[in-house]
Structures are given as structure tokens and as C-alpha cells.
């Protein structure tokens, strides 16, 4: 390699150092030389033989060992592509991931297109899903909560930013300061892993309040759940993420919490992520997975939300 690297160069040695910490690691390469040179992937590739200046490389070399670090790609960039927008990420919110997309197309088979209704999103983060779903739904009330402060200020940039004026982003333990409020659809990613869960190694850098639940991984899912019927409609909607091998459990929470239609539903790599209920409409009503209706969205009168 001459004294002075290519970009071509650049890229070929960063894929091979990152190709141990990273599942894509030419992508990485890629966005980080990009980041570093002010470059969108596709000039990379086109300006592949024009070298990389003393300071350029030098700040390519301080990210690269940040990715090697652990650190993610989101973190370094300080942006994250959910539902084809382009959000801020930081350290203080998880990194939204592929997978939560289940949850967001879940939710809105669920909603109507052209009808008012009400949506809340508990521990919102960077307030990825809610805004989704506000850009999907121009007529529904979205209301998010977060207990991070920090996560807070990340989501309602990010609202402000992509659906001004849509989202109401407030401070609180779950449905702590939704008193009384009802809601056509409830919707929730909240932490779902065990304490001492090996999996945790590889998410060093993202926030433990998001990831961590408690001894059993079921513990923030548990307080979803039992809170959901106070603030649903008759016939609202609970939808939820969870782990992969989760799913019979979160069913059994919902089922004991006295909710009706329950359905898992599998993710792009076909692994169980997000499951649904129904706060039921009628007393004593029989719980079917085919009464769910993903073909027929919820059918709301006026006055219904809250």
C-alpha cells in the first residue's frame, strides 16, 4: 500500500479489520470512510482511486477503532434509517433495529387510514416506532413516554424534526402520567433481556434501561401488560416486541391479564418478535387468534378515543 491510501485502499483494509466484530463490515467501512470524508457510499465507489488526506485517514482510523471497540455504526454517524427515515440516534437511546418494523407493521394493519384514533407508544426511545406510525397515519393522536430523560430529548428532536406537531412526547414510568387516558392502540418495545443474559456483551454500548428488564427478561413486559386494559378502548389493541423465545410466555401474561385473540407474529428472519391482543369487547368473550382481524382495522366511532 503506498505511503498515501485510496479510498479503495482504505476500504479493502477496513473491511478485513472489521470483518471479525462486524456482520457487514464492507457496509461499515463504507458509511464510517463516508462519514469521515463528507462522501455518500455511491461517490466512494466512483472516486475509489483519489487518495485519503492526513486528516481524513486520522479520522477514519479514530472511528474504525471505535467500531472495533464495539461501539455501533449508529452511535458513530448519529443517525439510524427506521421505517425509511432517517433518525438521531445516541448513546442514551437502543439503536432501532429491522426487526421492530414487525411491530410497526403490525400496528398499522390495525389502525384505520382515514379515521381519528389514539396510539400510545410506552418507552419510545428515540421515538422511532410513534413516529412511524404518525407518518403512516396523519389522523391519529400519538402519544409517547419515556422514562430516560436523555432518551426524552432524543425523541422529541426527532419528532419535531420528521412529524411536527404530531406527537406528544411526555415524561413518566410507563402509564404513570397518562391518568385516565384511553387509548385505540397501545404499542411497546420495551427492554426484554435478562439480567446475565450473554447476549448483553455484544450491546455494551446501548443503554442498560433499555435492554434490561430483571432477573427473568418478563419483568417490564409484565407491567405493560397488566397496566394495558386501564388505558385501552373496548376491543383496543396491545401490541408488543419481544424476545424470540418469549412468545409463550407474553402469551400466557396476556391471557392471565384477561385479554382476548392473542397472536405472535414472526419477524423478516421469521423468528416470533411481536405479539397482539385485545382488550375484549364483551365480559367473558373467548379468546381466538383468528378473531384478531388483520384485514379489518379497527372499526371506531367517534368519541371512542380519549
Do not use: K
Not at 419515556?146 to 419535531?160: G, K, T
Amino acid at each position: 500500500m503506498s505511503a498515501v491510501p485510496t479510498i479503495g485502499q482504505s476500504l479493502r483494509r477496513a473491511n478485513e479489520l472489521l470483518s471479525a466484530v462486524s456482520e457487514s463490515p464492507r457496509l461499515d467501512a463504507e458509511l464510517l470512510l463516508g462519514a469521515a470524508l463528507g462522501l455518500g457510499r455511491t461517490a466512494l465507489i466512483a472516486r475509489s482511486e483519489e487518495p485519503v488526506g492526513p486528516g481524513e485517514a486520522q479520522r477514519y482510523g479514530t472511528l474504525l477503532a471505535e467500531r472495533v471497540a464495539g461501539v455501533p455504526v449508529a452511535y458513530l454517524l448519529g443517525r439510524r434509517e427506521f421505517w425509511s427515515l432517517e433518525l438521531e440516534v445516541s448513546s442514551a437511546v437502543l439503536v432501532p433495529r429491522p426487526e421492530t418494523e414487525t411491530l410497526v407493521e403490525q400496528a398499522l394493519a390495525l389502525l384505520p387510514a382515514a379515521a381519528p384514533c389514539a396510539v400510545l407508544d410506552l418507552g419510545t426511545g428515540s421515538g422511532a416506532i410513534a413516529i412511524a406510525l404518525a407518518h403512516e397515519r396523519p389522523q391519529a393522536r400519538l402519544v409517547a413516554v419515556e422514562l430516560s430523560e436523555a432518551a426524552l430529548a432524543v425523541a422529541r428532536r426527532n419528532a419535531a424534526r420528521l412529524v411536527p406537531g404530531r406527537i406528544d412526547v411526555q415524561a413518566g414510568s410507563w402509564y404513570e402520567p397518562l391518568a385516565g387516558e384511553r387509548f385505540d392502540v397501545i404499542v411497546s418495545n420495551p427492554p426484554y433481556i435478562a439480567e446475565g443474559d450473554r447476549a448483553l456483551a455484544a450491546l455494551a454500548a446501548e443503554p442498560p434501561l433499555a435492554l434490561v428488564s430483571g432477573p427473568s427478561g418478563l419483568e417490564a413486559l409484565t407491567a405493560v401488560i397488566a397496566g394495558a386494559r386501564d388505558h385501552l378502548i373496548a376491543g383496543g389493541a396491545l401490541l408488543l416486541e419481544h424476545g424470540a423465545d418469549q412468545g409463550p410466555a407474553v402469551a400466557r401474561l396476556l391471557e392471565t391479564h384477561g385479554f382476548a385473540s392473542i397472536q405472535t407474529y414472526t419477524d423478516g428472519a421469521r423468528r416470533p418478535r411481536v405479539t397482539a391482543a385485545r382488550n375484549p369487547s364483551e365480559p367473558g368473550r373467548v379468546t381466538r387468534a383468528e378473531d384478531f382481524g388483520h384485514t379489518d382495522p379497527l372499526r371506531l366511532s367517534p368519541g371512542t378515543s380519549s
